[in-house]
């Protein structure tokens, strides 16, 4: 086996699988005002208090383009920032329920479509990506 022709192939098949999902699912989503970046921070928020901070270090996103969506999100009334009380310097992000009822449906799309796409894999198969995701995962830490 030649591996690392073996796991460029593989890699490169995993990538066009993720931009496939991704765009199937933002496709779906783009009807709700939402994006799955979009779903995601929704997601994150949910957990309590967020700063746009902890936004982009979860993400990985610039700066700029977190609070660039949570301009978008807030103009759409999915959430609302409000003033830390200890800290001037920074203001913490809350959803609404209008962005809980846009997440819920996002989150019943997201989950059709993976559903869909990993249908023809049998539940060992499953599991043994779960586990291969899980080590690949751990290793980057």
Same mark, same amino acid.
Request: aromatic share 4%.
């Given at each position: ?13 995993? /990538?066009?699988?993720?931009? +496939? ?6 496709? *779906?989503?783009?009807? @709700?005002? &939402? ?48 003033? /830390?009380?200890?800290?001037? +310097? ?6 609404? *329920?209008?962005?809980? @009822?846009? &997440? ?38």
């Amino acid at each position: 086996m030649n591996k690392p022709t073996d796991i460029s192939v593989m890699v490169e098949s995993l /990538s066009r699988i993720y931009h +496939r999902l991704r765009k199937e699912v933002n496709g *779906q989503l783009v009807n @709700e005002g &939402l994006s799955m970046s979009k779903m995601k921070i929704l997601h994150l928020i949910t957990t309590g208090k967020t700063s746009a901070t902890d936004i982009k270090n979860y993400m990985g996103f610039s700066s700029r383009t977190v609070v660039t969506v949570l301009d978008a999100l807030e103009k759409e009334e999915m959430l609302q920032r409000q003033q /830390s009380p200890t800290d001037r +310097r920074v203001k913490y992000v809350y959803i609404t *329920q209008k962005g809980r @009822e846009k &997440l819920r449906i996002a989150e019943q799309t997201h989950k059709i479509i993976l559903d869909r796409m990993f249908a023809p894999l049998s539940e060992i198969q499953l599991e043994k990506f779960s586990e291969i995701c899980n080590i690949l995962e751990a290793r980057k830490k």
